[in-house]
Every structure is written in C-alpha cells, then in structure tokens.
C-alpha cells in the first residue's frame, strides 16, 4: 500500500499519453533549465568543490555516495564539509547542522546524516554555505546535490545514476523526472556514476561514453551485522526510492511479508505509528526501515523515539567496484582547483 509518493508514478515507466500530453510543458521546463545552467553564475572559492548530483529528481543515493568521498578525503589528510540546501527549515543565514540539537524537521533527514561524519552546512545559498564551511576550518567542500542550480564554481561534478530506473520515462519535468534535457546537464559533468544493478542507466552511459565523460560503478550494501537473514519483516520506507530497500532486504535473506511507502522526508505522526504496528502484528513481522527514516523519528517528538526503539533499521554505505575510484575522485578535483587557482593568478 502507498501513502503518497513525491514523484508520480508514470515517471519511471516508458512513455505513456500522460507524458506526451504534458510535453509542451516539459519542453518550456527544459528550456529554461537550460538557459540557468549554462548562465549561473560560477563564483569560485578558494577550495576544491566536488559536487555529487543527479539528473533526475531524488532517489539515487547520493548521500551514501557522498559519506564515501568525505571518508577517503580525510585518509587524504583533507578537512571535508558538506554543503546542503536541506530540506526543512528555512534559515536567514547559513546554518551549521547541531546534531545535538537540530530535529529532521529543522534541517532535513540527510544533512543529520551526513553531519555524523563531518561539518554540515544547511542554506539555498551555496556561496554563502561555503564561505561558512571554510570558517570552520574546511578545506575540501562536498555539494549534497545542487548540481542544476549551484551558484558557485565544480571543480568535479560526479552524477549519480540509479542502474535500475535510469532516467525514468526520459521526460523533463512536468513530464517525466528529468531535471533538465540529458544532453544540457551531461556539459556540465564531469563523470557518471552509475548505483546498483540493471540496464536503466545504459542511455546515460552511451551519452557520457560519446562526451568523453568517464564511467564508474557503486554499489549501496548493507554495513555487516545486519543478521536479517530468514527474518519476517515489514518494511516502510520514506525515501525516493522504497523498491530499492525491500529489494535489499529480500537480497539479505530477509522475508518481506509486507511493506508501507510513505512520501520522501515523510514527517511520521502518531497515526502513521499505529497503523504500521497494526501492520507487523498482522503479519506476525519485525518493522525495519532506512537510515533516514531513522534519523527522522530519533530526532523527532517523544512519541517518535519511542516508536523508534522498537524498530530495526538496516544501515548501508556505498562501495564502488574500483576501490581506486573514490581516492582517483579526490586528487582530481583537488587538482582541478589547484589548476583553476593558478588560472586566476596568471589572469
């Protein structure tokens, strides 16, 4: 059963009529887009920007793929940050996540993620979230998204792609889950990274390949100890992409009896808690869910903890097929700022 969705779900199916009658609307989208991509304004900043974004809307799994990039940047003896528009709050300045203090409803569910593992800064202006990353004595900024709509200068910009879905039905939104025409956002990347198995992301891949951008590969595996193997489970997840975590689950060994998809960044009420416990009794199942559903409920009321105490949660992290990869990712775009940096001085 589904409780809403943020994207429809005729996005991820090959073209029906619902998205050529939406075509004309897709196609003004695309147009403009375009046009903000290619004249925003780049401003630079001092130190090396690696953006990890996205061509389509939401559920690719950046954020596992960022917490790897900031974890080899430390073994490279550098001081990440991240930077996040969040999803929230609205803040009058840039906002340094408080894992003691700030809630999911405050700063978002990823952002308190990714603050678990270094500096996070929450604001829709990148500009000013970087400037407040390197007051913090950051040397090494990772852009959570933004890819379409940073205001500042990439000096790598790593797209990732979900292998299974792809690009969906291929359509810009309103159509379908394109943010901006394919060939417009593959100028600006700097390579492809492609999550999961499957053959979804194989147009992507030709595209990059004809570019000359490079392709990598990763995959989201569960951190060891899980012990799910012939468990019965009800699964909820209120991500962009529930299929990919039950399809974890059952690949773990786990018995999915039932599951529950709620909206991504679900805010989860007292109902919502009620109704999956009637669930797992039905079926005589443990409730299990994502990290960042988790981290939702932990930061939530007190009925939200509490409700939290009672579940599992399956705890995951990015591993490319390469272990080259991530290490190869950081030199390079410490050397593209390095390159950039003697630019300006010889300007």
């Known amino acids: 059963m589904s409780t809403g969705?943020?994207?429809?779900?005729?996005?991820?199916d090959k073209p029906d009529w619902r998205a050529w009658l939406l075509s004309p609307f897709s196609l003004a989208y695309g147009a403009v887009a375009s046009w903000r991509m290619r004249r925003a304004p780049r401003?630079?900043?001092?130190?090396?920007?690696?953006?990890?974004?996205?061509?389509?809307?939401?559920?690719?799994?950046?954020?596992p793929v960022c917490i790897t990039l900031a974890k080899e940047a430390?073994?490279?003896n550098l001081k990440p940050g991240?930077?996040?528009?969040?999803f929230g709050g609205s803040f009058s300045a840039p906002h340094l996540v408080d894992l003691e203090h700030d809630t999911a409803r405050h700063v978002g569910d990823e952002p308190l993620l990714l603050a678990r593992h270094a500096p996070v800064?929450?604001?829709?202006?990148?500009?000013?979230?970087?400037?407040?990353?390197?007051?913090?004595?950051?040397?090494?900024?990772?852009?959570?998204?933004?890819?379409?709509?940073?205001?500042?200068?990439?000096?790598?910009?790593?797209?990732?792609?979900?292998?299974?879905?792809?690009?969906?039905?291929?359509h810009v939104i309103p159509g379908g889950p394109m943010r901006a025409p394919l060939v417009e956002q593959l100028r600006f990347a700097t390579a492809i990274l492609t999550i999961g198995?499957?053959?979804?992301?194989?147009?992507?891949?030709?595209?990059?390949?004809?570019a000359g951008?490079?392709?990598?590969?990763?995959?989201?595996?569960?951190?060891?100890?899980?012990?799910?193997?012939?468990?019965?489970?009800?699964?909820?997840?209120?991500?962009?992409?529930?299929?990919?975590?039950?399809?974890?689950?059952?690949?773990?060994?786990?018995?999915?009896?039932?599951t529950r998809d709620f909206p991504d960044h679900h805010a989860y009420s007292h109902e919502d808690f009620a109704d999956l416990e009637e669930l797992a009794g039905e079926h005589g199942a443990e409730l299990v869910t994502t990290e960042k559903d988790m981290v939702r409920l932990t930061s939530g009321t007190a009925d939200a903890r509490e409700f939290a105490a009672k579940l599992r949660v399956l705890q995951v992290e990015a591993r490319f097929e390469t272990n080259e990869t991530p290490a190869a990712i950081i030199r390079e775009t410490v050397n593209?700022?390095?390159?950039?940096?003697?630019?300006?001085?010889?300007?």
């Open 43 to 63: 401003h630079e900043v001092m130190v090396p920007v690696l953006c990890v974004g996205n061509l389509t809307v939401g559920g690719e799994g950046k954020t």
């Open 213 to 258: 951008r490079p392709v990598a590969a990763a995959h989201i595996r569960p951190l060891e100890g899980h012990d799910l193997v012939g468990r019965r489970v009800a699964a909820f997840a209120g991500i962009g992409n529930p299929q990919k975590f039950y399809r974890t689950l059952e690949e773990l060994g786990a018995e999915v009896v039932a």
């Open 121 to 170: 800064v929450v604001t829709p202006d990148r500009l000013a979230g970087a400037m407040r990353l390197l007051q913090e004595g950051c040397n090494f900024i990772i852009m959570d998204d933004g890819f379409q709509s940073a205001r500042i200068h990439m000096d790598y910009a790593l797209i990732v792609v979900d292998a299974r879905r792809g690009l969906g039905n291929g």
């Open 5 to 12: 969705s943020e994207a429809p779900p005729f996005w991820w």
């Open 74 to 76: 430390s073994r490279q």
């Open 197 to 210: 198995e499957g053959d979804g992301a194989a147009r992507v891949v030709r595209r990059a390949s004809r």
């Open 82 to 86: 991240f930077l996040s528009r969040g």
């Open 336 to 347: 593209a700022a390095r390159q950039r940096k003697l630019k300006q001085r010889g300007s």
